[in-house]
C-alpha cells in the first residue's frame, strides 16, 4: 500500500519547495512578516505602558479635608501627581498641556464630610465622589488605559475603609471642553470602530481588489486571449483602461458599501450616548466633508493597489502565479493598517512615520482618524500624495501595455530580477 | 504597392536566444505562404511581429506598404491574427464572443449582425454558439476562432498553427474553411504549420525555417521537383541534412 510513498512525498517536497513563488510566499514572507507583526505590537504596548507610567496626573483638591489629603498621599504612591487647590475644573484645563498631561482628577467640596459620614454611621447612601477627567482623541486603542488605572486604585482605596465608599464620576474631555456626564469608556465603542473596524476593512477591502484586477489580467494570459486582443484594431491604452475601470467599479461600490456599511456600525455604538451629545461637533463622528474626504482617500488608495496588481500581473503566466505576485504586496497593506490600529501616526518614531506615510494604503486609515477629529488637511495632503503616486503606476503599466513587454517580460524568482524569457515553443 | 507583406533581412533577438536571423521573404496579394519547420525554427515569432505584437530586433516587415513598427495601428485594422494557443472567453457564449470581436472592427450594427452571421456559417456551430465557450470541445473552439479571424474579411489573415492539436475531422473542415474563404474573400494568408500535409494541399509557396533561417523557399510541387523528394516532410529533411 505504501509502496513509493517515500519517493513521491520526496518529489513532492522537492516541487514544492523548489518553487520559488511557494518558498516566498509560505516560508519567507512569514518569517519576515511575523516577528515585524510581533515587533509592531510589542512596541505598540510598551509606548502605552510607558506612557501610563511616566504619565502626570493633576489633582483638583478643593475639599482640603482630611480625607481628601490621605487620598492624595496614596495616589501619590503610585502616581506622578501635581496639585492644584480651590479653583474650577474648566481652569484646569489650561494647565493640562503645561503639565504635559490628558488627565485630572477632582476631590470635590464635601469628599472628607461623606467619608467620615459613611464610616461613622455605616449609610451605603452617602457616598464620596470624585471626578475623573480625561482627554479623548481617539487616536489608538491604548488611549484608555489611564482612566483604567484610576479606576483600579479607587478599588485599592476602597479596601482600606468600606466597599464603594469612594465613587468615580467620569467626564470626557473632548476638542478642549467639558462633556460632563460622557463616560470617556462610553466612547470606547467608537474608537474601537476607529482603530480595529476600519482599518480591517480597508484592508480586506484592498486585498479583494487588488486579487479581482490581478486575476482579470492573468486570466487574459491563461486562457490565452491576450495575444488576441493585442492585435485587434484598437488603441492598447484601452485595454488598460478597460480592465481597470471594470476593477475600479467592483472597488468603487466596494467602497460606498463600505461607508454606508461603516456609518451603520458606528451608528450602533453610539446608542449608548446620551442623545443631546453631538457626535459630529464633538469630532467622535466624521461629518459630510469628512465622508467626502475618507471615501476619495479610500478611492485613490484602491485605484493605486488596482494599478499595482495589474503591473505585477502583467508578469506572471497565469493566475496563480498573479496571486502569489500580488501577495508581495500584502505586507504593505497590513503592517501600516495593523500598526495604526494601536498607534497614532504622530506617536511613532520620525523614520518608520516617513515609511507609512510612502506607503499609500496607509493613507486611507490615517485619513479615517484625521476626519474623525476634524483634520482635514492630513487627509486631503494624503489624497494628493496617492494621486501623484498613481498616476506614475498607471504610466508604467500603459507603457507596458504598448510594448511587447506585455508578452515577453516574466518575473524571474531565482535572481530576483526582471529579465525577458522566451521558451523554444514560442519562437 | 504589389506585394501583402515584405519582410526585410528581419533580425529577432531574445536576450541570447536568435529567433529569426536575417529573414526575408515576400507574399503577393491574395496568395496563400505558408511558413513550416520545427519547434523552435521562428515561424511564431515570424507571425507575431507581422502581427505587430513584436518588434523586429532589425530589418522591416511591412503590411501592405505599412511598417510594423511604425504604423502598428494601420495594420492592426488590415490583419487578423488567430494564435497557435488562442483561447476564448470561457463565461461568453459563442454568439456573444463573435459580436465582442466584431465591434472592434466596426461600430455599424447591420455590420457587426453580418459578420457574426457569417462567422455563424463559418464556424458550422450551429444552435451550440448559444452555449458558454467552456462547454466547447477543443475542435469547436478552433472553428470559433478561424471563424473569428475571418469574419471582418480581413487582406491579411495571419493564421499560426490553425488545425493545432485538432482531430482528422474537426482539421479538414477548419482547411475547407480556410480555402473556400481565401477564393471567395481575395483574403492573402501567412500561416504556419508543423503538418508538411496540410502546407502542401493548402498553401501556393512555402518557405521551409530552421533556426531562425529560410533554407528553402517555392511552390510545393517546384520544392519536391527540386530536391527529388515524394513530399515536403523529405524535402525539409533533405534540407536541413537529416537525410
Not at chain 1, 137 to 164: C, H, K, T, W, Y
Not at chain 1, 183 to 189: F, R, Y
Not at chain 1, 297 to 303: E, G, K, R, T, Y
Amino acid at each position: 500500500m505504501f509502496k513509493g510513498f517515500v519517493n513521491i512525498l520526496m518529489k513532492e517536497l522537492k516541487e514544492l519547495l523548489r518553487d520559488p513563488k511557494i518558498f516566498l510566499g509560505m516560508i519567507i514572507i512569514p518569517v519576515i512578516m511575523f516577528p515585524l507583526l510581533g515587533a509592531v505590537m510589542n512596541f505598540s504596548v510598551q509606548s502605552a505602558l510607558e506612557k501610563v507610567e511616566n504619565a502626570t496626573i493633576i489633582v483638583l483638591n478643593n475639599d482640603e479635608g482630611n480625607y481628601s489629603k490621605f487620598f492624595i498621599n496614596f495616589l501619590n504612591l503610585s502616581l506622578r501627581i501635581i496639585v492644584i487647590t480651590n479653583t474650577t475644573p474648566e481652569e484646569v484645563l489650561n494647565s493640562l498641556s503645561k503639565y504635559n498631561t490628558t488627565q485630572f482628577v477632582e476631590i470635590p467640596y464635601g469628599f472628607s464630610k461623606n467619608m467620615t459620614q459613611h464610616i461613622q454611621t455605616p449609610n451605603q447612601d452617602i457616598t464620596a465622589f470624585i471626578n475623573f477627567y480625561a482627554v479623548f482623541s481617539g487616536s489608538s486603542m491604548f488611549e484608555q488605559i489611564g482612566s483604567s488605572a484610576i479606576d483600579g486604585l479607587v478599588e485599592q482605596f476602597n479596601r482600606n475603609f468600606a466597599p464603594n465608599i469612594v465613587c468615580t464620576e467620569k467626564s470626557a474631555i473632548i476638542k478642549e471642553k467639558i462633556q460632563k456626564g460622557v463616560d470617556p469608556s462610553m466612547l470606547s465603542g467608537l474608537m474601537i470602530s476607529q482603530s480595529i473596524a476600519m482599518p480591517i476593512t480597508i484592508m480586506i477591502l484592498l486585498q479583494v481588489s487588488m486579487q479581482i484586477a490581478a486575476t482579470s489580467v492573468a486570466m487574459e494570459k491563461e486562457e490565452k486571449t491576450l495575444e488576441t486582443l493585442l492585435s485587434l484594431p484598437m488603441d492598447r491604452f484601452a485595454i488598460l483602461m478597460g480592465k481597470l475601470s471594470g476593477s475600479i467599479l467592483v472597488a468603487a461600490v466596494g467602497a460606498l458599501a463600505y461607508m454606508i456599511g461603516f456609518n451603520y456600525y458606528l451608528g450602533s455604538f453610539t446608542t449608548t450616548i446620551p442623545s443631546e451629545v453631538d457626535l459630529v461637533s464633538l469630532g467622535l463622528a466624521p461629518s459630510l466633508i469628512g465622508y467626502l474626504l475618507l471615501g476619495i482617500s479610500l478611492f485613490v488608495a484602491l485605484l493605486s493597489a488596482l494599478a499595482l496588481a495589474v503591473i505585477m500581473s502583467a508578469f506572471a503566466e497565469d493566475v496563480r502565479s498573479a496571486q502569489s505576485m500580488i501577495g508581495f504586496i500584502y505586507p504593505l497593506i497590513f503592517i501600516p493598517s495593523l500598526l495604526l490600529m494601536f498607534l497614532d501616526v504622530n506617536s511613532i518614531p520620525f523614520i518608520l512615520r516617513i515609511i507609512i506615510y510612502a506607503i499609500p494604503f496607509s493613507h486611507p486609515v490615517i485619513a479615517a482618524k484625521a476626519v474623525t477629529m476634524g483634520d482635514y488637511l492630513t487627509a486631503f495632503w494624503g489624497i494628493i500624495y496617492v494621486t501623484a503616486f498613481t498616476l506614475v503606476i498607471m504610466y508604467i503599466a500603459s507603457r507596458l501595455f504598448a510594448t511587447e513587454k506585455i508578452l515577453t517580460t516574466k518575473l524571474k524568482f531565482k535572481w530576483l530580477k526582471i529579465r525577458r524569457r522566451t521558451s523554444v515553443e514560442e519562437l | 504597392m504589389s506585394s501583402a507583406i515584405e519582410v526585410t533581412s528581419a533580425v529577432k533577438r531574445f536576450g541570447e536566444i536568435l529567433a529569426l536571423d536575417n529573414l526575408s521573404f515576400r507574399i503577393e496579394l491574395g496568395e496563400i505562404f505558408g511558413l513550416i519547420g520545427p519547434n523552435g525554427a521562428g515561424k511564431t515569432t515570424a507571425l507575431r511581429i507581422a502581427s505587430t505584437l513584436l518588434l523586429p530586433t532589425s530589418g522591416t516587415v511591412k503590411v501592405f506598404g505599412l511598417d510594423v513598427v511604425n504604423d502598428s495601428a494601420q495594420v492592426r485594422k488590415v490583419i487578423t491574427y488567430l494564435p497557435e494557443e488562442a483561447g476564448v472567453y470561457r463565461n461568453l457564449s459563442g454568439w456573444e464572443y463573435l459580436k465582442f470581436m466584431a465591434k472592434f472592427n466596426t461600430e455599424n450594427k447591420h455590420e457587426i449582425d453580418r459578420m457574426v452571421e457569417e462567422a455563424a456559417e463559418i464556424s458550422g456551430l450551429g444552435e451550440r454558439l448559444k452555449d458558454k465557450a467552456k462547454t466547447y470541445s477543443k475542435g469547436m473552439k478552433r472553428r470559433l476562432l478561424v471563424a473569428r479571424a475571418l469574419m471582418s474579411k480581413p487582406r491579411l489573415a495571419i493564421l499560426d498553427e490553425p488545425t493545432s492539436g485538432l482531430d482528422v475531422l474537426h482539421s479538414y473542415h477548419v482547411r475547407e474553411i480556410i480555402k473556400r474563404h481565401v477564393k471567395e474573400e481575395r483574403v492573402t494568408v501567412l500561416l504556419s504549420s508543423h503538418n508538411m500535409l496540410e502546407v502542401e494541399h493548402l498553401c501556393d509557396r512555402v518557405a521551409l525555417l530552421d533556426k531562425g533561417k529560410i533554407v528553402a523557399k517555392g511552390k510545393p510541387q517546384e520544392l519536391k521537383e527540386r530536391f527529388e523528394s515524394e513530399n515536403l516532410e523529405e524535402v525539409f529533411a533533405k534540407v536541413v541534412g537529416l537525410v
